[in-house]
Every structure is written in structure tokens, then in C-alpha cells.
């Protein structure tokens, strides 16, 4: 079985430019989290979507935005894109609501330059 | 809001011996769970073991298990016998029971196992 997956692996942008990530969960699992890891640092939080509702919205500013489609998969949207946004952008996928074992994608590693 | 903290910036073992990374954690919850997550160099994370915060007791999974001491809110994890695979960051992380499944993780520890 298809593990998460995301596209693309690497992702080299200029400020003030627009970027979308993709992420497809496990099969079968209706519930997506994106999380943003600057080198150096654990994982942040930004978005968690269950069955196309946003459930979950950690600390980072409106120029970050994500939704759901109805096959589960998910975008993650960055617009005016900063030097400081430059990071690994993880997607990890569960079975649904409350269920706690997360699995992750290899991630999207963006450079903003 | 949770924090986790992870005091161990890098550790080091030789092969087949024991370590043991140390994490604290401050929440006011008192329905949570706890994990390690390990991330290789390939960057994708993988769940090493789980801890619910009711059982009292502490969770194994083959050479790795924890030390989880709730009233002090401290969780470090003993690899035994460890293996050159084991190289990798690991990584404290803390879920709320119940909302929004956030992961709230530390810093990191970068572990490197010689031969």
C-alpha cells in the first residue's frame, strides 16, 4: 500500500511569489495535518482537515491556507511567500477524527529565495 | 498552551549498547498522549511507541521503551541494544485528548550510533 505522499519533493521559489503543496493520505484515511519544520527545529503545526472541514488552525499567519477535496487529498497554500517560510512542509494523514496514529509524507523541502 | 521540551541537543552510543534521550513536557490537561518520533535522514517521520497518559503503565516496543513519570511530566525514551539504523533525530511530541489532532513537538535530539 501507497504510503502519504507528496509533491513535490523539493521546491525552490522567490519572495513574494505564490506556492501549493500536495498531499495524498493513506487510503482510507479522511483526516490531514500539514506541519512546518524549519532546519534546526521540531515540526509545527498548521492545518488539520477531517472529511473537507478545517478542524485544527496552529499559529501562522493568513498567507497560509489549505483545503480538502473530496478524495481526501489536501493543498497546502502559501501566498507572498518570505525568506523565513523556507522549510520542510510535512503532510501526515490519520483514519479520522481522535484517532491518534499519524503518519507522515517525506515531505516538501522549499527554499525561498 | 503545551510545550516539550528535549534538553539533549546531540547524544552518541556505541553499537549494541543502551541510551536514553530525555523529554518534559508542561500541559494542564490531564487526558493526553506522548510520542517519540524518529526521522532519518530521508526526513519522513516514523512513530517509534505511544503513551497513553491513563495507563500508569509504560509502553514497549521491542528494544525501545519509556520511562513515563506523569506527576514530575517527564518522558525519555531507552533504546537498548542499539543498531547503526537507529541514527536519526528523535523527536518528543504531545496530543491533547479530544479537538484537533496538533502535535506539539520539542526541539529534537540528533542520536549517533558508532560502530
Known amino acids: 500500500d501507497a504510503g502519504v505522499t507528496q509533491s513535490p519533493t523539493h521546491l525552490i521559489k522567490t519572495r513574494g511569489q505564490h506556492v501549493t503543496l500536495r498531499c495524498s493520505p493513506i487510503?482510507?484515511?479522511?483526516?490531514v495535518s500539514w506541519y512546518q519544520q524549519v532546519l534546526g527545529q521540531g515540526p509545527q503545526f498548521i492545518f488539520q482537515?477531517?472529511?473537507?472541514?478545517?478542524?485544527g488552525r496552529g499559529n501562522f499567519p493568513d498567507r497560509f491556507s489549505a483545503r480538502q477535496f473530496p478524495n481526501y487529498s489536501s493543498e497546502l497554500n502559501v501566498n507572498a511567500l518570505l525568506l523565513g517560510d523556507s522549510a520542510l512542509y510535512l503532510c501526515?494523514?490519520?483514519?479520522?477524527?481522535?484517532?491518534?496514529?499519524?503518519?507522515f509524507g517525506q515531505g516538501t523541502r522549499l527554499t525561498v529565495v | 498552551a503545551q510545550t516539550v521540551t528535549q534538553s539533549q541537543p546531540e547524544m552518541s552510543v556505541q553499537e549494541a549498547e543502551t541510551v536514553t534521550l530525555s523529554c518534559t513536557y508542561d500541559?494542564?490537561?490531564?487526558?493526553?498522549?506522548l510520542f517519540w518520533y524518529k526521522q532519518p535522514p530521508s526526513r519522513q517521520m516514523i512513530l517509534v511507541i505511544r503513551?497513553?497518559?491513563?495507563?500508569?503503565q509504560n509502553a514497549t516496543e521491542n528494544r525501545f521503551s519509556v520511562n513515563f513519570q506523569k506527576a514530575a511530566k517527564s518522558f525519555s525514551l531507552k533504546i537498548s541494544d542499539s543498531q547503526l539504523g537507529d541514527t536519526a533525530m528523535y523527536f518528543c511530541?504531545?496530543?491533547?485528548?479530544?479537538?484537533?489532532?496538533?502535535?506539539?513537538f520539542g526541539k529534537g535530539t540528533k542520536l549517533t550510533v558508532n560502530p
Open positions: 501526515a494523514s490519520n483514519m479520522g477524527w481522535a484517532n491518534t496514529e499519524a503518519f
Open positions: 487510503s482510507g484515511h479522511k483526516s
Open positions: 482537515y477531517y472529511e473537507k472541514e478545517e478542524r
Open positions: 500541559t494542564s490537561e490531564n487526558n493526553y498522549y
Open positions: 503513551q497513553e497518559a491513563y495507563k500508569q
Open positions: 511530541a504531545f496530543m491533547k485528548q479530544g479537538g484537533s489532532e496538533k502535535l506539539v
